[in-house]
């Protein structure tokens, strides 16, 4: 990806920011300056993902790619630069974080980010930020090591963000566009996190390989992603070539499908995101949708599955290697990727979807119906629900027929909906 020239005084500022190192009395004085600027930076607009290099349709303007470091705390962007250095010192890295610079993304820390996160890639703003929340390691050369292994992770994001917002620049919201299923949604997900952390963990062999195992170290001690570390260094063991041309990548990235707690966080995410979108929904619909784009959504909501093709993106690196295309290895949509992280995960992606169908056939969909999704346990039971639903529908449509009829003879019957069990009429 073509780089955005630097103006002189960012060069500059660059030069004095390395100059010193990052020692004891840098890390003292950036851990000082979070503590009194929890947030390094204002929050911006949201930015389109259709195109990485003009997003919104608009060229970054020169100089604009490295504004940031020019306006965060001058002991944070110490601390970001001595991060960004550690990731970029072999190809790969440095073409993650050369993508993520073409793409405008800053960096920073915040304490407006959930306190569990030790860090995240905003993708709506472009912004890779370190939860100031967090209780950051006192040692500077462990703090930069482990950073920087936070930092391919997020970065790996940006770059799966920079090659799918382009490839799926016809869906309005990207990889993201609520036209994707559930279930699509959420094994795409568990693709993209594998990727980033089989992809973390390639940075950190890189440059161990190029004698620099500060990143590798520091796995030992923060324990990041051991069953993905342990199936790259078994592949590497078995056969060292494996470290170059991608295999022990894919192992890692296998690896995290093995994790099913920590796959299933992801898991809860996406379902607690899709039921509050449906809930949403069912309250405009209840309205008759005023705003005629939600009618749209709801007509068209999870009718657009993705393809292999597109969700094997999310391995396209910007060092050649696409882990998820070698020969030999599993589709995407294998049944290893694809199975439930729990049987209650299980019930409730499948009795959203069947109420994402409801709205794309007009049928009615209540806060209410939306609301029991949190008591489902199996499939089984979500199956019955949704065979409820069902069978009401029928009846308020046969009683529609027959006070059609009744009304002929004079007489008037009142329809009667048969809810699932547990569930009450609203009113």
Not at 155 to 170: F, N
Not at 185 to 204: D, F, G, M, W, Y
Not at 216 to 234: G, I, P, T, Y
């Amino acid at each position: 990806m073509t780089q955005p020239a630097r103006l002189a005084e960012t060069t500059a500022l660059l030069k004095e920011l390395r100059a010193d190192g990052y020692g004891d009395d840098e890390h003292a004085a950036a851990l000082a300056s979070v503590q009194e600027s929890p947030n390094s930076l204002p929050l911006r607009r949201a930015i389109s993902q259709a195109n990485w290099e003009n997003p919104n349709g608009e060229a970054i303007e020169l100089g604009a790619h490295d504004r940031y470091l020019h306006t965060i705390p001058r002991a944070q962007a110490r601390a970001i630069v001595a991060i960004q250095d550690m990731v970029a010192k072999q190809p790969l890295g440095r073409g993650l974080v050369d993508t993520a610079r073409a793409g405008g993304v800053e960096y920073g820390f915040s304490n407006r980010i959930a306190p569990q996160f030790i860090a995240q890639f905003n993708v709506t703003e472009r912004r890779h930020l370190f939860n100031s929340q967090q209780s950051f390691p006192d040692s500077p050369g462990f703090f930069v090591a482990t950073a920087a292994y936070i930092t391919s992770h997020e970065l790996a994001h940006s770059q799966q963000y920079a090659v799918l917002g382009q490839h799926l620049r016809d869906r309005e919201m990207g990889i993201d566009d609520l036209t994707i299923p559930l279930d699509d949604r959420i094994l795409t997900t568990r693709h993209l996190e594998a990727t980033a952390n089989s992809v973390a963990v390639q940075v950190a062999f890189d440059n161990m390989k190029a004698g620099d195992n500060r990143m590798w170290r520091s796995l030992a001690v923060s324990l990041f992603d051991q069953e993905e570390v342990m199936a790259f260094n078994l592949a590497v063991q078995g056969d060292h070539a494996t470290g170059g041309d991608g295999r022990a990548r894919r192992a890692a990235h296998d690896a995290f499908f093995k994790r099913a707690d920590y796959m299933g966080k992801y898991d809860d995410q996406l379902i607690m995101m899709y039921a509050n979108t449906l809930r949403m929904l069912a309250k405009r619909q209840e309205a008759g949708f005023p705003d005629p784009n939600d009618r749209k959504v709801a007509q068209t909501i999870g009718s657009r599955p993705h393809q292999d093709d597109d969700i094997a993106l999310v391995a396209e690196m910007p060092d050649g290697i696409n882990h998820l295309k070698l020969p030999g290895g599993a589709g995407v949509s294998d049944a290893k990727y694809t199975a439930p992280s729990s049987d209650r995960r299980a019930g409730q992606v499948l009795y959203l979807m069947g109420l994402a169908e409801r709205f794309r056939t007009d049928q009615t969909v209540t806060m209410q119906m939306v609301d029991v999704t949190r008591t489902i346990q199996t499939k089984d039971e979500a199956a019955k629900m949704l065979d409820d639903l069902k069978a009401g529908d029928e009846l308020i449509s046969a009683a529609k027929l027959d006070g059609w009829q009744a009304k002929r003879r004079d007489y008037g019957g009142k329809p009667t909906l048969i809810l699932p069990p547990g569930m009450k009429p609203n009113g």
